[in-house]
């Protein structure tokens, strides 16, 4: 079990330097740029990510959200951006992660894990083996038109709180986070870091009032 004294938070859905630059004042760790998807807010042209990244300072991760489940295809999604970090917000279907690895050997592995049923906390624990962290939201894969992220909604928070005890890599919790509840949610789940997006936006655009309570909320 991976525990840090204060839970690392990462912003995801950046969609301009601007936000970049404010959430990065208010004390985020890491910032997440999400890529085409089948659903879902935030989404950025390549160009646009690379041009933010640019602007990210260390020790500030920045995260690639892919779609990508091709082990070629992440690594091509990733040599047009060069963010710090891939987040696969899907199961790789080709390839593996040491293929990954071997292409991009300075980026760390994040894997999504969406949490669902009791075969997410085996999937997260085997997963965890192979990746830097894991990432625990609550889309669902499934589906016919996939929800991969973004979903605002939460989820049984006591399947995380598994994950997290069993798991041998760091865990971000994600999933309807905001200042409300996310004191809540670090004391169910006791995650390493915590991760969000519609929880500190007002009509789609970064909110500097929610995101100074949000912060306020996790100290």
């Known amino acids: 079990m991976y525990k840090s004294v ?68 992440i690594i091509a999604h990733h040599k047009k951006v060069h963010t710090n970090t891939l987040q696969l917000v899907d199961a790789l279907s080709e390839g593996t992660y040491a293929d990954i690895r071997a292409a991009l050997p300075a980026v760390k592995l994040v894997q999504v894990i969406h949490v669902l049923d009791e075969g997410s906390v085996e999937e997260a624990v085997r997963v965890s083996e192979s990746v830097d962290a894991l990432l625990l939201d609550s889309g669902n894969p499934s589906l016919k038109i996939k ?59 970064l909110d500097e009032a929610k995101l100074a309570a949000f912060f306020h909320a996790v100290a």
């Open 147 to 205: 929800e991969l992220g973004g979903t605002g909604r939460t989820h049984d928070w006591s399947l995380s709180r598994r994950i997290v005890e069993q798991a041998r890599a760091p865990v971000f919790l994600a999933g309807g986070l905001n200042a409300q509840n996310v004191r809540q949610a670090i004391e169910a789940v006791q995650p390493f870091g915590i991760d969000l997006c519609s929880g500190v936006r007002t009509d789609g655009q």
């Open 6 to 73: 204060s839970p690392r938070v990462k912003i995801c859905c950046i969609s301009n330097v601007q936000e970049a630059q404010l959430a990065v004042q208010y004390g985020a760790d890491a910032l997440g740029l999400v890529g085409p998807m089948p659903s879902g807010p935030g989404t950025l042209t390549n160009n646009a990510i690379a041009q933010i990244v640019l602007d990210i300072p260390p020790p500030v991760a920045s995260f690639l959200l892919t779609s990508e489940t091709r082990a070629e295809a």
